[in-house]
Nanobody
Framework: QVQLVESGGGLVQPGGSLRLSCAAS????????MGWYRQAPGKQRELVAS???????NSADSVKGRFTISRDISKNTVYLRMNSLKPEDTGVYYC?????????WGQGTQVTVSS
């Protein structure tokens, strides 16, 4: 079983930056892929960015050039650096781990972009 703990959300003005962290309870090198998803009010959860065990990254078109996913294997932590934030980036951000025994989710962290 994998436990994921997110942190780093908050209220930020448009154009601002935040960095989200997701700490895993297992060695993240044993996780096939990790990703960040978000869910805005009244909308479905969507993939924002992902990183595979091999370090291959992928991101949604809506965040390309603004968001960067990275990891620190020594800390079993995945990050999401978010720059040039827009009001439409508002939502609850969830960390996901695709592990051998199934998919695991964190509790979510709220990101609000508003002036």
């Amino acid at each position: 079983q994998v436990q994921l703990v997110e942190s780093g959300g908050g209220l930020v003005q448009p154009g601002g930056s935040l960095r989200l962290s997701c700490a895993a309870s297992v060695n993240i090198f044993t996780i096939r892929a990790m990703g960040w998803y978000r869910q805005a009010p009244g909308k479905q959860r969507e993939l924002v960015a992902s990183i595979s065990r091999e370090g291959v990254t992928n991101s949604a078109d809506s965040v390309k050039g603004r968001f960067t996913i990275s990891r620190d294997i020594s800390k079993n932590t995945v990050y999401l650096r978010m720059n040039s934030l827009k009001p439409e980036d508002t939502g609850v951000y969830y960390c996901n781990a695709a592990y051998a025994t199934g998919d695991y989710w964190g509790q979510g962290t709220q990101v609000t972009v508003s002036s």
